[in-house]
């Protein structure tokens, strides 16, 4: 089943915070985060393991609550290049063959 | 390395028309994927392969077939091509350690 991503959408000034949620139906062994520029294909942040550790990419966070079957992506103090379309993709089978793709959020960043 | 490479960049096709996009990968992973992306869907598993001679279908595998005779390439066909499969398809890779490795994408429009 399809993970829900929210918020939909988000406008930032530069400097601003943002947190970008995943949550799925199914239990979750691995939420994997990307983030995908306009014309381009997506590219890899992180990886979130059941019983792992707060992930980081640069001034970028996630999280993963087992029980609560989501992820949380922090954006902080965001930069104009953060702009893009982040996907997180779900692992339910415990294997990372397949990933099951939320829908995206969408974030601008402005000077 | 080259990474992901696909083949053709862009491709205009009429409907009842077939073809076949390669993917191809200089990375030696196990691991290969095509996805379509239309706006507003994110990204959607058409068929995917565990191995050389392995393929597996994903979500949305009507209407395509696939082949992995080698290792390296992964090749996605369109028997008769229908105006609903206007999309651009991504190719991705990966060794089964997390980081899929997305090609530059296909731009297919049927008309």
């Known amino acids: 089943q399809q993970p829900v991503q929210s918020p939909q959408a988000v406008i930032l000034r530069e400097g601003e915070d943002a947190v970008i949620n995943c949550s799925s139906s199914?239990?979750?062994?691995?939420v994997h985060w990307y983030r995908q520029k306009h014309g381009e294909a997506p590219v890899f942040l992180m990886i979130?393991?059941?019983g792992g550790e707060q992930m980081r990419h640069e001034k970028i966070s996630a999280s993963f609550n087992e029980k609560k079957q989501q992820s949380s992506l922090y954006l902080t103090a965001s930069q104009l290049s953060y702009s893009g379309t982040y996907f997180c993709?779900?692992?339910?089978?415990?294997?990372?063959?397949?990933?099951?793709w939320g829908l995206g959020t969408s974030l601008a960043v402005n000077p | 390395n080259a990474g992901v490479t696909q083949t053709p960049k862009f491709r205009v096709l009429k409907t009842g028309q077939s073809m076949t996009l390669l993917c191809a990968q200089d990375?030696?992973?196990?691991?290969m994927y095509w996805y379509r992306q239309d706006p507003g869907m994110g990204l959607r598993l058409i068929h995917y392969?565990?191995?050389?001679?392995?393929?597996a279908k994903g979500e949305v595998p009507d209407g395509y077939n696939v082949s992995r005779l080698k290792k390296q390439n992964f090749l996605l066909g369109l028997e008769s091509a229908a105006p609903s499969q206007t999309s651009v398809y991504f190719c991705?890779?990966?060794?089964?350690?997390?980081?899929?490795?997305f090609g530059p994408g296909t731009r297919l429009t049927v008309t």
């Open positions: 991705a890779s990966t060794q089964g350690s997390y980081e899929q490795y």
């Open positions: 990375m030696n992973h196990e691991y």
């Open positions: 392969s565990v191995g050389e001679g392995t393929t």
């Open positions: 199914k239990a979750l062994y691995s």
């Open positions: 979130l393991l059941k």
């Open positions: 993709g779900t692992d339910n089978a415990g294997n990372n063959r397949k990933l099951i």
